[in-house]
Each structure stands twice: as C-alpha cells, then as structure tokens.
C-alpha cells in the first residue's frame, strides 16, 4: 500500500488535537490538570506500593529515595496523602479531601498494580497474579550465573583493580545529590569482579527498571521471531482504533522493525510534555488500559520516517507477542522462555489491571539479575549452551534505525547504541539498555563487558552510562 501524504480519515484527528491543544496552552488553560493529579498520585501510590512490598524496603526509605522522584512533577500537582494497608499489601494515595484516590496493590509473581480511579480496595481480588513455581534449587546453593553461590577469587591480572575502585567511586560519589546510585555491579568474561550497594541496597533489592524493561520486551520478541511466529517486516495486524475498511487504514503497513526502531509514524501521544498527563502514564499510574491508548493513534508520518520515543510502540510490540500466543501462555512466557533459564529468579514483569504486561516501563529486578541479561547478550544470545536468541536478533538490536542516520545513529532496536560524537572515547561496539532515574545495562564486546548501574537519580538527573563505561574500561589492561 502506498502510504497517503495524509489520511483524513486517520491524520486529521490526530492534527485537530495538536491545533487544539496548542491553542488551549497558548490562552494559559490546562485541559489536563485532573489528569495530572490523578497520575500524580498514582506514581507515589504505585512506587509506595512496589517499594515496600517488591523491593521490601521501609516506609521511611521509600519517602527518602523513591519518593524523591515526585520533584519533576507540575506545580499545579501535590502530594497526596499516602496511606498503608499492610493486611491488603496495598496503597492508598488521595488529595486531602479524599478526593482522586488512588489504589495500588501488590499481587503474586507480578508486583504492585494500579487500580483505576473508581475502584477500592475491595476490587484487589479481581486483579491479575501470576502462579508459577520458581524454578528447581536453592539459589545461594547454585553457582553463578545461574545461581548466587560466588566463590572468592582474586579479579584477573588484566583488571587493574585501583582503577576499578576509581571507576566505583566515581559513580557513587556524585557532586549533586539528585544522581543518587544505588548499586554498580561490573561483570568482566562473565565474573563478577565488582559489586558495590548503597546502605539500604543489598544483591537482593528489586527495584524498577524503568525503560530497560523495553530491551527486555524485545528480547522475548526476538525469541519469537526466530520461532517464525512474528515476522520482523511484515504488517502486525493490529487492531487499532478507530477501525477503518480493509485498504483504507495507512497504519496497515507498520511493522514490527517500525515499532522496535521506534519509528512508527503514529501520533506521539507520550512526548512532547504530555507524558504525566495522557497517553502512557494513564496506564502506568492511573488504571487505564496500556494497549487500548496505543492502539487509539492516528498515522501523521510514513513508518520509518521519524525516530520517536514513545512507550507506546514498545507496547504495541507487546500487544502483537500476546495476539500470537494466546492469553495464558502470554501470561507465563516471560518466566518461560526467558527469565527462568538465565536464572532471573528475582526479576517480576508487572501488568495493568487488564493483564497486559507493562514491558515498556514496569519490571522489577536487581542488579545480579540484570547482569545475567547482560551477560546473555556479551556472548550473543547463548546462554549454558542453549541459543536462547538468534545472533541475527543481537546484530538487529545494536544496527542503527534508519531515522536515526541524520542524528547521530544513538538507537537500535530498543537499545541505544554510541551516538556518533561519543566514538572513539566509547568503544563503538558498547550498545546499553536505558531507563529513567539511571537504569543501565553496558554491554562493551570488545572488552568482555558487562556494566550494571541502579539508580533512584531525580530532578535534572544527568547521570551519563558513557562516561560510567568509559572509567570501567580504563580499568581493562590490554
């Protein structure tokens, strides 16, 4: 299908609502203050929530840490009252008045859902859990990878440990408070040689990855890609809204290498400042459906025209993984196909209400757990003798998308890569995971690298995962 230079049928909505949006902003008026109240309360319920009951940290920890998150929020948003019901293992944020109360509850195998605003704490029940097993044998019993039993060695003589030290030092001792990392953990030909946490933090504290969950979803892609069960350049057949008759719809022609490259030409409903008041944050923080907004865009450029970061793309992604397995074989495959054999014992991939896995954002893991993931994309894709992902998948992942040829070819196929100003002082092979508050996962190939750096980092943030690879791989004696 030749795709239209405009669709009235599907970009002149899209279009309408820019003209309107930026008329009501330009006149100083807000259409979106309810909604930012409300997803405001919902991160502090929903961080509250996964802080005590995922992460098993105390109250007074998560107001310290997690909380500190709340300063980029609006001006015209406050904080809510935060209320903890330890029976329920849930919680309640709402205005002072008791208005726009939000609930958010922790569930087996998942971790904390959000509730919609009209729900109580009587609708937990109704909430999605996961009930698998966890896999056979005693983790502190097993050995590393698959395990956490670590015998004590001396690093290799080609790591020169002062150096190491000084790269640690380096990413906890920051001049603004507002990086604030929390755990640093450097894998080097697959042994760990440092592991470093913050008080309060120990190899056993989940916390969220924010957006290296997006590099976790498409790894899980990749293995059904391979299965021949999606096909990387041929349309996905979603069911976007609203429908339209068969040769009509322009969003037809998006294909899965479209949304992975974050380049899919529909409507960016979560940039451009709108993030914490439509689109995405509804589902992460406000009970809504995280497939039925993404699938409600119109088409306003040609797909694989435009890079555009959008949570929505990684969960329309999502959406077609789900369309070919099934409702409950959807619902297990993570633990399945992917986290049970690299041993991520630790690791919980979180739904909305729906049942729909949030992997654009909502996953919690620790800092070993991540290091294995890492670990399975160093030695590409082969894990304990298994291929668990192609190396076909690993070389897509780390190659450019296209739109972003004119702008310094930083992002793959949801992993970003060394933007072009960085190579050379960054090996140009080294390609990262990247998630909010300083989530990252390095992966540096040609120094047999893996990188883990957490962080509960707010405010203008400004932690940089290049520099952090570059002070390890000073530590790397050739």
Not at 9 to 34: I, K, M, N, R
Not at 38 to 43: D, F, K, P, Y
Not at 94 to 121: K, S
Not at 351 to 361: E, K, P, Q, V
Request: hydrophobic residues 40%; charged residues 20%.
């Amino acid at each position: 299908m030749k795709f239209p230079v405009l669709s009235r049928w599907v970009c002149a909505p899209a279009l309408a609502l820019t003209s309107l949006l930026g008329s009501s902003a330009s006149q100083g008026e807000d259409y979106f203050q309810h909604q930012r109240q409300l997803i405001r309360h919902g991160v502090e319920a929903v961080l509250a929530c996964n802080g005590l009951y995922t992460s098993d940290r105390t109250l007074a920890q998560v107001r310290a840490q997690e909380l500190a998150y709340l300063v980029r929020f609006q001006a015209d948003t406050v904080p809510g009252e935060l209320q903890v019901h330890r029976e329920q293992q849930a919680v309640t944020v709402a205005a002072p008045t008791g208005d726009q109360a939000i609930h958010a509850a922790f569930r087996p195998g998942i971790g904390c859902v959000v509730l919609a605003p009209e729900q109580t704490l009587a609708d937990i029940g109704t909430l999605p859990q996961l009930d698998l097993p966890p896999p056979a044998g005693n983790p502190a019993d097993l050995p590393w990878p698959m395990g956490d039993a670590i015998p004590e060695q001396p690093i290799p003589d080609s790591i020169d440990g002062a150096a190491l030290q000084a790269a640690s030092d380096w990413a906890f001792q920051r001049e603004t408070p507002e990086q604030d990392t929390i755990s640093l953990l450097v894998l080097y030909r697959g042994q760990i040689i440092h592991e470093r946490y913050a008080p309060g933090f120990d190899m056993h504290t989940r916390t969220r990855t924010w957006s290296t969950a997006k590099s976790i979803a498409v790894s899980l892609i990749g293995q059904l890609v391979a299965a021949g069960k999606l096909k990387l350049d041929e349309p996905l057949n979603l069911p976007f809204g609203p429908q339209l008759e068969a040769g009509v719809d322009p969003r037809a022609d998006i294909t899965l290498r479209h949304l992975l490259n974050m380049s899919s030409g529909l409507y960016p409903v979560d940039s451009f400042n709108k993030e914490y008041a439509t689109g995405s944050g509804l589902a992460y923080w406000a009970g809504a459906s995280s497939v039925k907004g993404a699938l409600d865009r119109g088409l306003v450029r040609a797909p694989g025209s435009f890079w555009d970061y959008e949570n929505y793309d990684t969960l329309l992604a999502v959406l077609a993984m789900k369309q070919v397995l099934g409702e409950q074989a959807y619902r297990e495959y993570p633990r399945r196909a992917l986290l049970d054999k690299l041993g991520m014992r630790n690791t919980l991939v979180s739904t909305d209400r729906f049942g729909d896995f949030i992997l654009s954002s909502q996953v919690y893991t620790n800092a070993r757990d991540l290091a294995r993931f890492g670990q399975l994309y160093l030695q590409q894709g082969e894990w304990q003798g298994e291929q668990l992902l192609p190396r076909e998948w690993i070389d897509f992942v780390r190659h450019p998308a296209p739109a972003t040829a004119g702008s310094g070819n930083f992002y793959g196929g949801q992993w970003w890569l060394v933007p072009d100003e960085r190579k050379g002082e960054v090996p140009a092979d080294a390609y990262s995971t990247a998630g909010n508050r300083g989530q990252f996962v390095i992966v540096v190939p040609s120094h047999d690298l893996v990188i883990v750096r957490r962080g509960l980092d707010y405010g203008a943030q400004g932690f940089d995962r290049w520099d952090l690879a570059r002070e390890v791989i000073k530590a790397v004696r050739h």
